[in-house]
């Protein structure tokens, strides 16, 4: 299988599934000398972990890490990064009946169409699970992007047709969703048990605020910053919209409406009046925040009934039964995050050569 590395300096390779023995990650092009520890890893993956209320699946597991190369006495050592979180509560026979058919909106009937084969125990590589590994080095990027004043914010907006119409940053992690408004917060909560009651599930929107990127990270054609930051973001299974700044608002506006004006500051920078770019034009960031949108879909495993066809073509009549999260958003928050950070990590590292005068600088000729 190809697909599962991403990044071209600062690069992670995922593997594992869902129902294996453990899920990981390496991660190549970390610079030595920064410090790091599991606990600095635990942190990020407590957030994405099972069981922690319930709007998220009951399968319990600890998700503790293991990191395996790649640090010495509390640094790191240049060498690949090799961590892993070893899976203790898997239930394989909640999913032996579905090695015969195909589920409703899963990938069950592309993984057969493509391999010929598919691991049915919860999904294997496609299942929410893979994404331990992706939390786990955005954990490291995160530490890494620190170092250089760079810092993160990423909340819920949406769930269902509930959305914020308030942003207060100390109330995200004060209820289960995440959300930065508490009213819209406990309107969600309804919401969901009703969408539990009618056996459903429900999508919702996830916002990301990155802070602290100087101008000038990104390339102007195909490795445009918000390009990459886009394919990081639809490279987790379940996200079907991804949006930019003023996003698609920006097709309902007009220039002179959507433009963000220039100016001059006192101590002498550029700056702009608003941000509807989004914090990057023509691919490369323009020193304002970076502010994305992604689209979460509903949880694609309910008891509800759904119509499929087998394996052989028989057309049937399902209830998807086991432990699934009604809404994948909540542990979503934190993948989203790691997935910018690991973006913003590598775009950093490659745009160190794209002045002569900065390599110069760096090797002590100027």
């Not at 009946?97 to 909106?105: L, T």
């Amino acid at each position: 299988m190809a697909g599962s590395s991403f990044g071209t300096i600062f690069k992670i390779t995922t593997w594992g599934e869902s129902h294996g023995k453990g899920i990981g990650v390496v991660i190549d092009g970390c610079p030595a000398g920064l410090a790091l520890s599991e606990e600095d890893i635990q942190i990020y993956l407590d957030r994405r972990k099972p069981g922690q209320s319930r709007y998220t699946t009951q399968r319990k597991e600890t998700d503790a890490v293991e990191i395996l190369s790649g640090v010495f006495e509390g640094k790191t050592t240049g060498t690949p990064i090799s961590m892993i979180v070893y899976n203790q509560n898997q239930k394989s026979k909640d999913y032996s009946d579905i090695a015969g058919y195909y589920r409703p909106g899963h990938a069950d009937f592309t993984f057969d169409a493509k391999y010929g084969f598919r691991d049915y125990r919860g999904g294997g590589r496609s299942s929410g699970r893979e994404t331990i590994g992706r939390v786990a080095a955005g954990a490291v990027a995160a530490k890494f992007l620190q170092q250089l004043g760079i810092t993160s914010l990423t909340y819920t907006t949406a769930i269902g047709p509930v959305a914020i119409s308030s942003f207060h940053a100390d109330e995200i992690d004060k209820n289960p969703f995440y959300m930065p408004d508490l009213s819209a917060a406990q309107k969600a909560e309804k919401y969901l048990k009703s969408c539990m009651a009618e056996q459903d599930s429900s999508g919702g929107i996830i916002e990301c605020t990155i802070k602290g990127v100087p101008a000038g990270i990104g390339d102007p054609v195909f490795e445009k910053l918000d390009a990459n930051l886009a394919k990081a973001i639809f490279s987790i299974g379940a996200v079907k919209g991804f949006e930019i700044g003023s996003g698609f608002h920006a097709a309902y506006t007009k220039g002179s409406e959507n433009n963000d004006n220039f100016y001059m500051t006192q101590t002498g920078t550029v700056q702009k009046t608003t941000n509807h770019s989004g914090g990057i034009l023509g691919g490369i960031s323009d020193g304002s925040d970076i502010i994305f949108r992604a689209a979460i879909k509903p949880t694609p495993s309910i008891a509800a009934s759904q119509q499929t066809v087998t394996k052989s073509g028989e057309e049937i009549e399902i209830s998807i039964h086991g432990r699934h999260d009604p809404i994948i958003v909540p542990r979503a928050v934190v993948v989203i995050e790691a997935m910018a950070m690991l973006t913003i990590a590598d775009a950093l590292l490659l745009n160190m050569t794209a002045k002569l005068e900065s390599i110069c600088n760096f090797y002590g000729k100027l």
